[in-house]
């Protein structure tokens, strides 16, 4: 079966601009999770989604947000890009909530802020 | 406050060698446990979890981890290296459910000696 896909898989912007990342998760997947990696923080935890809520969210302030569709695929925005928003941007899916379920990622959207 | 640490930046080994890539948390309460992969063709990938039980996990592509309370410590084992497993290596901390608002130690990178 198809894995994890995110789109776009480059985007370059301009600070103040907004981005809108796009992820779909493995069929039958209803939970989706963001991170974001940077070489200075390292991998952290954005958000998770699941059945179109938001059930958690990391330190990131406002400017980061998200949602999710009932087909269970899943956006983040950021608004009023900074320069420090250059990352990579991984999204996760898992089949339900539970521990035992395994976690597969995409490969990921990375971002230029110029 | 909740941490990981993975005291080795880098660690070079020869092909065939064993492997052991330390790590430690700070977490209140009982921790979830994960070691993830990351390489260049095969993105961030979910080597092995631990939640309860059996102290030892074993994970995929050989990798086991040992979860020694006394110690706060997670190591990820490997008793024969592949040049394969040429990557950065994260050890994660978590709480209850799937992964969320889990924490990233800073990744040990992995150089395999042919």
């Known amino acids: 079966k198809a894995g994890v896909t995110q789109t776009p898989r480059y985007l370059i912007k301009t600070r103040g601009q907004q981005v809108t990342l796009s992820c779909s998760p493995i069929?039958?997947?209803?939970?989706v999770s963001w991170y974001q990696q940077t070489p200075g923080q390292g991998l952290q935890f954005l958000f998770e989604?699941?059945?179109?809520?938001?059930?958690n969210k990391g330190n990131f302030p406002g400017r980061f947000s998200g949602r999710q569709f009932s087909n269970s695929r899943s956006e983040m925005n950021v608004s009023t890009l900074e320069l420090g928003d250059s990352a990579l941007y991984l999204c996760?899916?898992?089949?339900?909530?539970?521990?035992?379920?395994?976690?597969?990622f995409g490969p990921g959207t990375r971002l230029l802020v110029l | 406050a909740q941490s990981v640490t993975q005291p080795d930046i880098h660690i070079t080994v020869s092909e065939g060698a064993s492997l052991e890539l330390r790590c430690n948390y700070s977490?209140?309460?009982?921790?979830?446990l994960f070691w993830y992969v990351q390489s260049p063709g095969q993105g961030l990938q979910l080597l092995l979890k631990?939640?309860?039980?059996?102290?030892l996990v074993q994970g995929i592509k050989g990798f086991e981890a040992e979860f020694k309370r006394s110690q706060s410590s997670f190591n990820l084992r490997k008793p024969s290296v592949h040049w394969s497993d040429a990557a950065e290596y994260f050890c994660?901390?978590?709480?209850?459910?799937?992964?969320?608002?889990?924490?990233f130690g800073p990744g040990t990178s992995l150089s395999v000696i042919p």
């Open positions: 069929s039958g997947h209803r939970s």
């Open positions: 631990y939640f309860s039980g059996d102290t």
């Open positions: 989604y699941f059945s179109e809520t938001q059930r």
């Open positions: 996760a899916s898992t089949r339900d909530r539970a521990y035992q379920e395994t976690q597969y």
């Open positions: 977490y209140g309460a009982t921790p979830y």
């Open positions: 994660a901390v978590g709480a209850k459910t799937s992964y969320d608002k889990v924490i």
